[in-house]
């Protein structure tokens, strides 16, 4: 028994020691890397998937599976971009206005993962409008954050 109890004090101070720091904020650098690698993964299935779609490629057996992976990694914008590294010096991509917009940077990141599931939806469909139409929403959105929010 006090096996079971010395057990249980150890598994419990190390949760309240371990556990604050999986919730601390990240280092700017590393939530900067983190963001960066999440958007690269966003646009290589959205190539991927245009350069299905315009016939440079012919991968058609790969088409759902850009647009599957495409709406989850989409899912997950919203929480990269939460941490404000405005000013914390670490070079990125990303316009500090993103964290002076408010809630408008969190509704564009909820357009992409909203236009994302409507292409993933579209292209299970087979409908061939409906995919086109996604796609041109899709690629609108898009546009329509970076050209705010995204340093060249």
Same mark, same amino acid.
């Given at each position: 028994m006090k096996l $079971? $109890?010395? !057990? *249980? %004090? $150890?598994a419990g101070l190390v949760v309240t020691a371990v556990l604050? !720091?999986?919730?601390?904020?990240?280092?700017a650098d590393d939530a900067v890397k983190y963001r960066e690698s999440l958007m690269e993964i $966003? #646009? !290589?299935h959205t190539k991927s998937f245009? #350069?299905?779609m315009g016939g440079k490629v012919s991968h058609p057996e790969d088409l759902a599976w850009h647009a599957d992976? %495409?709406?989850?990694? !989409? /899912?997950?914008? /919203?929480?990269?971009?939460? &941490?404000?590294?405005?000013g914390s010096g670490v070079k990125t991509a990303a316009k500090d206005a993103i964290w002076a917009s408010g809630s408008e940077f969190t509704k564009l990141a909820g357009d992409l993962?909203? =236009? *994302?599931?409507?292409l993933s939806a579209a292209v299970k469909s /087979?409908? &061939?409008a409906a995919i086109g139409? =996604? =796609?041109?929403? %899709? #690629? #609108?959105t898009c546009k329509g954050c970076h050209d705010k929010y995204k340093s060249d």
């Open positions: $079971v $109890v010395r !057990s *249980a %004090l $150890v604050p !720091s999986a919730f601390a904020e990240d280092k $966003v #646009g !290589s245009f #350069g299905i992976s %495409l709406a989850e990694a !989409s /899912k997950r914008v /919203k929480g990269a971009f939460a &941490q404000n590294t405005a993962e909203k =236009a *994302a599931g409507d /087979k409908d &061939q139409a =996604a =796609a041109k929403t %899709l #690629g #609108g």
